[in-house]
């Protein structure tokens, strides 16, 4: 590891359960990033300046003024533009940290692209905003042995878990049934608050590191209120 690599990383190297040692494993992953809303440009942002050595930001979508509330890696004048937010974040990113690659992909995740975009994966971090979505990553992350890491937000309360197949309960553990469109609130019916969603991100960006450096996950699904200072941990066998 070089001198300036040590010095970009230093205060995380000395974190001990990273080290030099983590640091290199970090470089050496790829972490794909499936929605580039609220929690996607919170934990692409996190996962840049921690060093991990190729990012590939997956989103279908385009700047909108309404994103930027909570979607920090986008300004008024990616708005203006109307930019695919997967190009705008890139360009973000690229500027924090040019030592990594950064791969851009303007698409939306579906049953006849998932596994090609996901394949080759250390880890995949979802920051999507649907639940047929989130099914599909778990899908194939699981035939394929891929981590993954579950984040969701609405009002101010979110949850996340850590899915590692074979050591830990998946998605379809915890949702037995799929609920029918339009059934369940969403941000567009309840409204978010970007507080919330920096939460679930970051704590999805800790658990994405500790994975990357061969450590154990942590288990269970974490809920929060952000709002009334609420955590708590739900276990699922």
């Known amino acids: 590891m070089n001198t300036q690599v040590n010095k970009r ?37 996190q996962l840049c300046r921690a060093g991990v050595g190729h990012l590939k930001l997956v989103d279908r979508d385009f700047v909108e ?10 300004d008024e004048k990616d708005a203006s533009k109307v930019l695919p937010k997967a190009i705008a974040a890139a360009e973000k990113l690229s500027a924090a940290n040019s030592e990594i690659v950064i791969e851009p992909l303007v698409a939306d995740l579906s049953p006849g692209n998932a596994e090609k975009i996901i394949a080759e994966s250390s880890l995949v971090v979802d920051g999507t905003d649907n639940l047929e979505t989130r099914l599909l990553i778990n899908d194939v992350c699981v035939k394929n042995n891929i981590p993954w890491i579950y984040g ?9 878990m850590s899915i590692v197949p074979d050591n830990t309960p998946c998605l379809r553990c915890h949702i037995e049934h799929l609920p029918a469109p339009g059934s369940i609130p969403s941000c567009d019916t309840e409204g978010v608050l970007s507080m919330a969603t920096g939460t679930v991100a970051s704590i999805q960006s800790a658990e994405a590191l500790r994975l990357l450096v061969g450590l154990e996950p942590t288990q269970g699904m974490l809920y929060i209120d952000i709002w009334d200072r609420d955590f708590e941990t739900i276990y699922v066998e």
């Open 152 to 160: 969701a937000v609405l009002g101010s309360v979110g949850m996340t």
């Open 65 to 74: 003024y309404s994103n930027l509330q909570r979607q920090i890696l986008f």
């Open 9 to 45: 990383y230093a205060k995380q190297i000395l974190f001990r359960p990273i080290s030099k040692k983590g640091q290199t494993a970090i470089a050496a992953s790829k972490v794909t990033i499936i929605g580039l809303g609220a929690l996607g440009t919170v934990s692409s942002n």
